[in-house]
């Protein structure tokens, strides 16, 4: 394309996004993205592309009262800004809510997606009301998860596409950002060699086979995070609120999440804020049939599960698993030791374990109501669960309590736990199960979890752990699975990229991801969940918009058909 109006760096679902938008007002796009075409959609594709609406008719139906005030409580209480640099991550924040309490889900209903019709009770919170935490279940997930998410973009796009509108160039990768007259006049950067055959997230080769340099009125930056990165994660890492960096660590995203326009940007000037703001994930296991290096999934686990730290001392109330994140990830480290252990049956499996990822969930992803219906009923874990309890390197699986602790030593990579103190707290906590009202806090917190009736069928009736009907018994050894970058460049509420003295920077847009989903950190601290996939398309939407605003109108150029 010779004259875009905007180039767009990185065809992940902020890319995607700003596009549509772009080409729905009749500007012309260029895509530019490192990879080839088979990943379009970038991590999103992924993804569950679980949703953070706020008072659904979903949630309604479920019989749940929620509300825009509740939600901005529950965000404020998550993201605890603290900082000068929050003034534009707190109007994000505050924006970004009401998107999700009103347009969002016509937005995208309007380009045919769906959502299944029981919400989920992500990150239940750090057990304080005014704290961290969803107060109610909110976590929309797409029918067809992360590929349908990105269809409904990808498709409009592909249209404008074949009306000229927008073109895409792959393997293409941006290193640095022209700028003429004080403003981004540009890209530039190197093709690297071909790989049309390289299947979706599969690392690709860096081989440089040529350069290039390319114009337009804007630059939209939407190259992602830096999950991948772990020499930028260490660098960054937070040690006075998470302690010391995991020595291991395994990755939750493909290998082209590496952060590089994120340097480039701050290179030329533009403000980059909160990077030691991240969200990472203490139960992740190592992937037995990876797609991209060091192939972390995150287990997402109902409440019941009895969660060890490496000295095999029980987690305290509330870090049980699916409460709070980061809250659950410091305790782990604090041990010094960068992995635990979650203690489980089949009953708890069966029901509770969901795995991170759309390729985990293939009856969501193909759209298959029976199948659905049928994996989530039957006493078996779901076929990808029950792959990983046979080949997963972290999962050891024994009918008595003394083997299995026998095994869970065999894999351990610090302390040999001893049998009768991790015997004895599993005995404690089965002996509390046999009353209504009994003292063990996790318990309370399983029974308040199933008082949500679509909860009911997805976790496991209480039940003693050691009851051999339920067996066998299973362990499983939980790493650090690197995830979202919660800082990023920081944005004014129409994506434009500003300078560390708070004047946007001419020609510069930054959305998703890299933008900190929006403002540089609209999570603060801490996120409530299925707020990440809504980023990228409210940031995106944003930049989208505000450039169809502001760009010189071009009458010869028919806008795409939506
Ligand atoms: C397994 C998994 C499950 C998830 N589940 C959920 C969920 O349920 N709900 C939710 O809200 N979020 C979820 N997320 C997070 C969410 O998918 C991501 O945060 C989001 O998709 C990021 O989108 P993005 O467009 O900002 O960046 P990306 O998807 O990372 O896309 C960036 C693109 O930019 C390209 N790029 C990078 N640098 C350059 C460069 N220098 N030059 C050219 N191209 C470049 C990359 O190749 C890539 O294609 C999940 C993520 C994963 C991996």
Not at 68 to 91: M, T
Not at 107 to 120: A, K, Q, T
Not at 459 to 481: F, M, S, T
């Amino acid at each position: 394309m010779n004259d875009p109006d905007v180039i767009v760096v990185g065809a992940g679902l902020a890319g995607l996004v700003a596009t549509h938008e772009l080409s729905k007002a009749g500007k012309r796009v260029l895509v530019l993205d490192q990879e080839n075409r088979n990943n379009l959609g970038g991590q999103a594709w992924w993804s569950l592309a679980g949703l953070f609406f706020v008072d659904s008719p979903e949630q309604r139906r479920a019989g749940i009262r929620d509300s825009f005030d509740l939600a901005l409580a529950d965000w404020l209480g998550s993201a605890r800004f603290d900082r000068d640099e929050d003034h534009w991550p707190r109007k994000w924040a505050e924006s970004y809510v009401r998107f999700a309490a009103t347009e969002k889900r016509g937005y995208l209903r309007d380009l045919g997606l769906r959502v299944l019709p029981m919400p989920g009770w992500a990150e239940r919170g750090d057990g304080k009301a005014g704290g961290h935490g969803n107060s109610v279940p909110r976590f929309h997930m797409t029918w067809g998860v992360g590929p349908e998410l990105v269809r409904v973009f990808q498709e409009p796009v592909e249209r404008a596409e074949q009306h000229g509108l927008v073109e895409f160039a792959f393997r293409h990768r941006v290193d640095e950002l022209i700028i003429e007259s004080d403003a981004v006049a540009g890209v530039r950067g190197s093709v690297l060699e071909s790989c049309d055959d390289l299947d979706r997230g599969v690392a690709s080769s860096r081989t440089e086979v040529d350069d290039f340099e390319l114009r337009a009125s804007a630059v939209i930056v939407t190259s992602g995070g830096i999950g991948h990165n772990f020499d930028a994660i260490r660098r960054n890492w937070p040690v006075d609120r998470l302690g010391e960096p995991p020595e291991h660590m395994i990755a939750g995203v493909p290998a082209y999440v590496d952060g590089r326009m994120l340097d480039a940007s701050e290179q030329v000037g533009a403000s980059l804020i909160n990077r030691d703001r991240m969200w990472h994930y203490p139960e992740g296991i190592h992937n037995w049939d990876p797609v991209w290096p060091n192939h972390a999934i995150r287990i997402i686990a109902g409440p019941s599960s009895i969660w060890l730290d490496a000295n095999g001392n029980r987690l305290e109330a509330p870090n049980y698993p699916g409460f709070d994140a980061l809250g659950s990830l410091t305790r782990v480290l604090s041990t010094g030791h960068d992995y635990s252990w979650f203690i489980l049956n089949q009953s708890i499996i069966s029901r509770e374990f969901a795995l991170s990822g759309s390729e985990q969930n293939p009856d969501v992803a193909e759209k298959n109501v029976s199948e659905f219906v049928r994996s989530r009923l039957s006493r078996q874990a779901t076929g990808p669960v029950e792959a990983f309890k046979q080949n997963g390197v972290d999962f050891v699986i024994s009918d008595n309590v003394e083997d299995l602790i026998e095994k869970m030593n065999s894999i351990s990579r610090g302390p040999l736990l001893d049998t009768g103190q991790v015997g004895e707290a599993i005995r404690q906590r089965d002996r509390d199960v046999n009353h209504k009202y009994g003292k063990d806090l996790q318990l309370m917190a399983i029974r308040n979890a199933r008082s949500y009736r679509p909860e009911r069928t997805r976790i496991a009736k209480p039940h003693e752990i050691l009851d051999a009907d339920h067996g066998p018994l299973i362990a499983v050894r939980l790493n650090v699975c690197t995830r979202k970058t919660l800082g990023g460049l920081e944005t004014n509420l129409d994506s434009q990229v500003l300078r560390p003295d708070g004047s946007p920077f001419p020609g510069l847009y930054a959305a998703g991801e890299v933008a900190g989903f929006g403002g540089g950190g609209v999570h603060g601290y801490n996120a409530l969940e299925g707020t990440f996939v809504g980023g990228c398309i409210f940031s995106g939407l944003a930049a989208g918009r505000a450039l169809s605003r502001t760009l010189p109108e071009s009458p010869s150029r028919v806008p795409a058909a939506a």
